[in-house]
């Protein structure tokens, strides 16, 4: 049975950090891209950035750079984004994705619609 399960979200205040997690199980964790998403209220999923297979290769959207760092632990099946300089503009509800890979690469820039897996999300909301 797959679980895909994020945790880490919460309330924080401008300037702020928090370190989102995501737990995955049923599936062969080191064979797959992982992604982490986002949805604040009515707007549409972006993409916040990708880690491949090995977690040598990271994609980050612009509006992240510098501040989130996605990394993955294939040992514990688990996949982190690290949000620093957290503005009230990333507040939205953070999802993480799987998607599987034929090779050790990160796709860059993707809304999603081609990840397998998802998980419930955890809302992350920063106040001013």
């Not at 950090?17 to 080191?30: E, M, P, T, Y």
């Not at 959207?61 to 996949?79: C, P, Q, Y």
Request: glycine share 14%.
């Amino acid at each position: 049975q797959v679980q895909v399960v994020e945790s880490g979200g919460g309330l924080v205040q401008a300037g702020g950090s928090l370190r989102l997690s995501c737990k995955v199980s049923g599936f062969a964790f080191g064979f797959y891209v992982l992604g982490w998403f986002r949805q604040a209220p009515g707007k549409e999923r972006e993409g916040v950035g990708c880690i491949s297979r090995s977690g040598g290769r990271t994609y980050s959207t612009d509006s992240v750079k510098g501040r989130f760092t996605i990394s993955r632990d294939n040992a514990e099946n688990t996949l982190y984004l690290q949000m620093n300089s957290l503005t009230p503009e990333d507040t939205a509800m953070y999802y993480c994705a799987a998607k599987f890979s034929l090779d050790d690469s990160c796709p860059g820039y993707s809304t999603g619609n081609d990840y397998n897996y998802w998980g419930q999300g955890t809302q992350v909301t920063v106040s001013a």
